[in-house]
């Protein structure tokens, strides 16, 4: 098992740029989840969801979009990157019916100038 | 609305040294609550979790402990490694909304010397 994959590592942008940020995972789990993290504030919830077919905002929404392609596919898309946006970007995912244990993929670096 | 604060936000020991890291929440109704560890520039490994109904974890050096009503959890890092410098992640799991979704501390970065 890969567990939770993410591409690109690294990626820079200017400002105005789109780019979709791809995260799989290989464990058949229902939820999925994106993540940012920024130094000072923590790790805080962009989107989720719960299961195929259905997304939900988490606590910092504004700029992105995503996308459930599949069971395994969770994409985060910037249409217009902003410089605010400079931060690094975890897919994670749960497994169902266990403990609620979260396993995260290895992150992507984003620069926008 | 949940918050998690960790302290201290920095810790360094000399190698050898016991130590124990502290998480509080402010609401007890969490379905779990993770340890995680994050090396630089890397990603999140989960070290211990906790079950609403249970007291405590443990995996080897490590010992993770669960106060619920006091909105407390500690981790305990036994005989300390160099290797074991990282940055220290608290996060619970909240009831409602996302299933699973997680509300994170700031971390506590310890550093372990020769």
């Known amino acids: 098992n890969a567990g939770v994959t993410q591409t690109p590592k690294f990626q820079v942008l200017k400002t105005g740029q789109s780019m979709t940020l791809q995260c799989a995972q290989d464990m058949n789990h229902n939820s999925m989840y994106w993540y940012r993290q920024d130094p000072g504030m923590g790790l805080r919830l962009i989107y989720y969801s719960a299961s195929e077919g259905t997304t939900d905002k988490g606590e910092v929404p504004n700029g992105y979009n995503v996308s459930r392609l599949n069971k395994r596919e969770f994409s985060l898309r910037l249409e217009s990157a902003a410089p605010s946006q400079t931060s690094v970007y975890f897919c994670?995912?749960?497994?169902?019916?266990?403990?609620?244990?979260?396993?995260f993929g290895p992150g992507t670096r984003l620069t926008v100038t | 609305k949940q918050e998690v604060t960790q302290i201290p936000a920095a810790l360094s020991v000399p190698e050898g040294e016991n130590l124990v890291l502290n998480c509080s929440f402010t609401d007890s109704a969490i379905y779990n609550l993770q340890w995680f560890r994050q090396d630089p520039g890397k990603g999140l490994t989960s070290l211990l979790l906790?079950?609403?109904?249970?007291r405590e974890q443990t995996s080897g050096r490590l010992n993770a402990s669960l106060d619920k009503s006091s909105g407390r959890s500690t981790l305990y890092i036994a005989a300390s490694q160099p290797g074991d410098s990282a940055t220290y992640l608290c996060?619970?799991?909240?009831?409602?909304?996302?299933?699973?979704?997680?509300?994170f501390g700031k971390g506590t970065k310890l550093s372990v010397k020769p």
């Open positions: 996060a619970v799991t909240v009831y409602g909304g996302s299933q699973g979704n997680l509300i």
């Open positions: 906790i079950q609403s109904s249970q």
């Open positions: 994670a995912s749960i497994e169902q019916g266990g403990r609620g244990e979260q396993y």
